[in-house]
């Protein structure tokens, strides 16, 4: 009734400039946010020039839309006018800067998939930074993969301090989680660049920073490295032990093959050999990592090389032991109490499920991004770990599976026939 009355309602702005298309955006957040979008599309309906009156922070519609996570609200806003996907804020942000600075995922995903918005993956805000740059600075790794999977969007720009986003992804490294270090090693297997500020055009307040960065991060490396070295060493002695223990011990001097172990030659002693000797390979191989990235006679980047790759190949280490201490039991168990054997096997693997399902995904997201990028080989050979893992996988449900079918339990002879009467 109002708007029948006067459509220039539609532009009218309070003390914020604030009009009343952004107000009905705002509604998603309300529990009654269904009729959110039904408002947006009859206040366009009346006046579609909405969509063009910014805010006293320059902030359009499409950008109040984005902070919130409207999806469908910016979906409806384009297909309106779809040239109001370029309209830029006070500081130069197109809706997709505004929506990966809130981490609003969902937008930043409909905007690499839609063809008719590429043109809008490069633009650069005041500072210089693109979409991508904001995905790196805020670490979120979902952001990166949807930006980096579409060819569209240049990897190498340059923003007014110089910085590529593989810079800004340097510069996290210090204080890193293993998000930012996946997020540098994406960029440099797909040959990303680094920018003029880190080409030999660094200036004194950024040296004083990077030599900051390099003493803390040794003092970090010199603390981690201990930890790290009784994790790795305590593993390789008892997987060297269990070597020479073998499950259900081994054949008397009577026996053929006296000396060799009893259960020699069953599935699960193959799996339990090849997951302790695996732990105790990889155990030994992060302790030598650890051990050269604690030389100080060493080159700075290799040590720090050195230092990151040891624990991931100490996880794998705990998971190949944690296998083999779940089939070692099995062996032991299913003659005689196959449930329990079933129980201690089914919680090793959901153990090791919680513990790698994270990184499974990630691992996944960083697969397909690379595959849409470069193609399904860059993919392949970037997670050649998460296929074994899921290769390994299906073997452990496939055993998992034989011995739910296996009979089981202890095997009664047969009945004799009755002695004749003489």
Same mark, same amino acid.
């Given at each position: 009734? $109002? *708007?029948?009355? #006067?459509?220039?309602?539609?532009? @009218?702005? &309070?003390? +914020? %400039? !604030?009009? =009343?298309?952004?107000? /009905?955006?705002?509604?998603?957040?309300?529990?009654?946010?269904?009729?959110?979008?039904?408002?947006?599309?009859? $206040? *366009?309906?009346? #006046?579609?020039?909405?969509?063009? @009156?910014? &805010?006293? +922070? %320059? !902030?359009? =519609?499409?950008?109040? /839309?984005?902070?919130?996570?409207?999806?469908?609200?910016?979906?409806?806003?384009?297909?309106?006018?779809?040239?109001?996907?370029?309209?830029?804020?006070?500081?130069?942000?197109?809706?997709?800067?505004?929506?990966?600075?809130?981490?609003?995922? /969902?937008?930043?995903?409909?905007?690499?998939?839609?063809?008719?918005?590429?043109?809008?993956?490069?633009?650069?805000?005041?500072?210089?930074?693109?979409?991508?740059?904001?995905?790196?600075?805020?670490?979120?790794?979902?952001?990166?993969?949807?930006?980096?999977?579409?060819?569209?969007?240049?990897?190498?720009?340059?923003?007014?301090?110089?910085?590529?986003?593989?810079?800004?992804?340097?510069?996290?490294?210090?204080?890193?989680?293993?998000?930012?270090?996946?997020?540098?090693?994406?960029?440099?297997?797909?040959?990303?660049?680094?920018?003029?500020?880190?080409?030999?055009?660094?200036?004194?307040?950024?040296?004083?920073?990077?030599?900051?960065?390099?003493?803390?991060?040794?003092?970090?490396?010199?603390?981690?490295?201990?930890?790290?070295?009784?994790?790795?060493?305590?593993?390789?002695?008892?997987?060297?032990?269990?070597?020479?223990?073998?499950?259900?011990?081994?054949?008397?001097?009577?026996?053929?093959?006296?000396?060799?172990?009893?259960?020699?030659?069953?599935?699960?002693?193959?799996?339990?050999?090849?997951?302790?000797?695996?732990?105790?390979?990889?155990?030994?191989?992060?302790?030598?990592?650890?051990?050269?990235?604690?030389?100080?006679?060493?080159?700075?980047?290799?040590?720090?090389?050195?230092?990151?790759?040891?624990?991931?190949?100490?996880?794998?280490?705990?998971?190949?032991?944690?296998?083999?201490?779940?089939?070692?039991?099995?062996?032991?168990?299913?003659?005689?109490?196959?449930?329990?054997?079933?129980?201690?096997?089914?919680?090793?693997?959901?153990?090791?499920?919680?513990?790698?399902?994270?990184?499974?995904?990630?691992?996944?997201?960083?697969?397909?991004?690379?595959?849409?990028?470069?193609?399904?080989?860059?993919?392949?050979?970037?997670?050649?770990?998460?296929?074994?893992?899921?290769?390994?996988?299906?073997?452990?449900?496939?055993?998992?599976?034989?011995?739910?079918?296996?009979?089981?339990?202890?095997?009664?002879?047969?009945?004799?026939?009755?002695?004749?009467?003489?």
């Amino acid at each position: 009734m $109002l *708007l029948e009355w #006067n459509n220039d309602l539609t532009l @009218q702005g &309070d003390a +914020n %400039g !604030s009009i =009343p298309l952004q107000f /009905a955006v705002i509604t998603i957040l309300c529990p009654r946010k269904r009729y959110s979008q039904p408002i947006c599309l009859e $206040l *366009l309906k009346v #006046n579609p020039d909405a969509l063009y @009156q910014p &805010d006293r +922070n %320059g !902030s359009f =519609p499409t950008h109040v /839309a984005a902070s919130v996570g409207a999806t469908s609200i910016i979906t409806d806003f384009l297909m309106k006018s779809h040239n109001c996907a370029g309209l830029l804020d006070a500081r130069g942000r197109t809706f997709l800067h505004v929506a990966v600075d809130r981490k609003k995922t /969902a937008i930043v995903d409909y905007a690499c998939r839609n063809i008719s918005l590429s043109w809008i993956l490069n633009i650069q805000d005041k500072d210089g930074n693109t979409a991508l740059h904001i995905a790196v600075r805020k670490r979120s790794e979902r952001m990166f993969c949807s930006l980096l999977g579409n060819r569209q969007v240049h990897l190498n720009l340059m923003n007014e301090k110089g910085e590529t986003p593989s810079d800004i992804a340097r510069q996290n490294l210090p204080s890193a989680m293993e998000s930012e270090a996946d997020i540098l090693r994406v960029l440099n297997y797909v040959g990303a660049k680094r920018g003029i500020s880190h080409q030999g055009f660094l200036n004194e307040v950024d040296t004083d920073q990077a030599r900051q960065d390099e003493i803390h991060f040794l003092s970090q490396m010199k603390e981690g490295t201990q930890s790290r070295c009784i994790c790795s060493v305590l593993i390789a002695t008892v997987t060297f032990g269990a070597m020479f223990t073998m499950p259900g011990g081994y054949r008397d001097e009577h026996d053929t093959h006296a000396g060799s172990p009893i259960l020699a030659g069953t599935f699960a002693f193959d799996i339990f050999f090849m997951t302790n000797t695996l732990a105790f390979a990889f155990s030994i191989t992060a302790t030598v990592f650890l051990m050269f990235s604690g030389d100080p006679t060493l080159p700075l980047g290799i040590r720090k090389a050195l230092f990151r790759r040891s624990i991931p190949i100490i996880l794998i280490s705990v998971s190949c032991m944690m296998l083999a201490f779940a089939f070692a039991a099995v062996m032991m168990l299913a003659p005689v109490a196959l449930m329990s054997a079933f129980a201690v096997l089914l919680s090793v693997i959901l153990i090791m499920v919680y513990n790698c399902w994270e990184a499974v995904v990630k691992s996944i997201f960083l697969f397909a991004a690379l595959c849409r990028r470069n193609g399904i080989w860059y993919g392949i050979v970037w997670a050649w770990p998460l296929a074994v893992l899921l290769f390994t996988s299906l073997i452990l449900v496939a055993y998992l599976l034989a011995v739910l079918t296996h009979t089981g339990g202890m095997v009664e002879p047969p009945a004799q026939p009755p002695t004749p009467f003489a």
